[in-house]
């Protein structure tokens, strides 16, 4: 957590109606939970309130709320879906997913396959925080996951959803101009 970062984003939400600040929040994390908890601690007094909205938030999550939030997510490798379903972070899981863009098509065909054998034993899609990484390596993490038991395998899958909510929540004060910035000195 960058502290100038996150001061600026908590003022930023603070500043929001109740649709927007909802709406900013869905696109770094779709689980309705956790938003409606995040919501509910505002005003942020500052940054460090804010980290510590969203990690009591991610906290009391339920199953159901962390599949809503898989749910959200374009399957690793199925940029179609990425770019039909994700019209405003499109451009974030394009992104975290760049390592599938250059991937060869055997790879890409071995993701949609393992993604789909990944989808019947659990129930829900292979989650991965993807960025830095390349198909090969999220091929492998997902075929490494695939032997894990469900109670096994959703703390792992709801850890990756709190990194990629994480990067979301650093590049949403990144990107938006309309967070002010510190003047520089």
Request: net charge negative; hydrophobic share 40%; with cysteine.
């Amino acid at each position: 957590m960058n502290p100038v970062h996150y001061n600026q984003l908590a003022d930023h939400l603070n500043k929001l109606g109740e649709a927007d600040a909802r709406e900013t929040l869905r696109g770094c994390c779709g689980a309705e939970g956790w938003i409606d908890r995040v919501l509910q601690t505002r005003p942020f007094a500052d940054g460090a309130a804010l980290d510590t909205a969203v990690e009591r938030a991610f906290a009391a999550l339920t199953r159901d709320d962390w599949l809503g939030a898989f749910a959200c997510h374009p399957k690793i490798g199925d940029l179609g879906s990425l770019r039909m379903k994700y019209a405003g972070n499109k451009q974030w899981s394009a992104g975290e997913q760049a390592g599938v863009a250059e991937a060869d098509e055997r790879v890409i065909q071995r993701l949609a396959a393992g993604n789909a054998e990944y989808e019947n034993r659990f129930g829900w899609i292979f989650i991965v925080c993807a960025s830095g990484k390349s198909a090969a390596e999220m091929l492998g993490l997902l075929e490494s996951r695939l032997g894990n038991e469900p109670e096994i395998e959703l703390p792992i899958a709801a850890a990756e959803q709190k990194k990629i909510t994480r990067l979301r929540l650093e590049k949403m004060g990144l990107e938006d101009k309309s967070i002010e910035k510190p003047a520089a000195e």
